[in-house]
């Protein structure tokens, strides 16, 4: 049965906001000095479900690899979903890797710190977690659902990307991804018509949900053919 594919490259990634894609793309191509001047993080925020963790864990590869111009540089990259662990703890042992000048496992120099969900932190765990974002050798790249509730000296220290819900039409290529291997018959304007309904701009319910539809025509057709084999 068919699935989404996940992302292999941001070029892969569906903007809902046009001026992110080219933010994000500035920074990756070096058009966009980074770090620089003091902002050595990329926030990307916005409503659940537009591959913001997605485009978060491509990124270290896509900077590394034109920085260094090695093409497939697969650098070492420390992920953190903070809504499963400790900040206390983490921000103590980030702090230490960032400014650590004795070991650099990346040929450009910097060390990738990816902090999911930073907004599940307490306020003095972000406020405390800003002097690692004071190094001169790390790039933190941070994901939020709600960028209301960060500390701001946070949000100064980084380039923000809002993560806009994308639209039907953007979505639709993946809709019709996700239903390739039903045996049925959906229009685009069906689909767009289901996504705007349904899904609210999120991947994920795309890939859930617009299955779902087509598996439920799917045995809809199947009752009507039974059901038509058994009429005399």
Known sequence: MNTIKAPTSINDIIFGDPASKILIHDIVKGAKPFPNNGKIGILLYGVNGTGKTALAKLLPAAIERHKTGNKTADPDVKFIDC???????????????????????????????????????????????????????????????????????????????????????????????????FNVSITDMELKEFIDEHCEGSIRSVANDVPDLARNLERATAKKSKAKQKTP
């Open 83 to 181: 809504d499963s662990v400790s900040g206390v703890k983490n921000v103590k042992n980030i702090k230490h890797q960032a400014n650590d000048v004795s070991v650099f496992l990346n040929d450009s120099g910097y060390h990738y710190f990816i902090l999911d969900e930073i907004d599940t932190w307490t306020a003095a765990t972000q406020a405390d977690l800003k002097g690692a974002l004071n190094s001169t050798q790390a790039i933190f790249i941070l994901t939020t659902n709600n960028i209301g509730s960060l500390n701001r000296g946070l949000v100064d220290r980084c380039h923000k990307v809002e993560m806009n819900a994308a639209s039907s039409q953007q979505l639709l290529p993946l809709a019709k991804q996700a239903i390739a291997s």
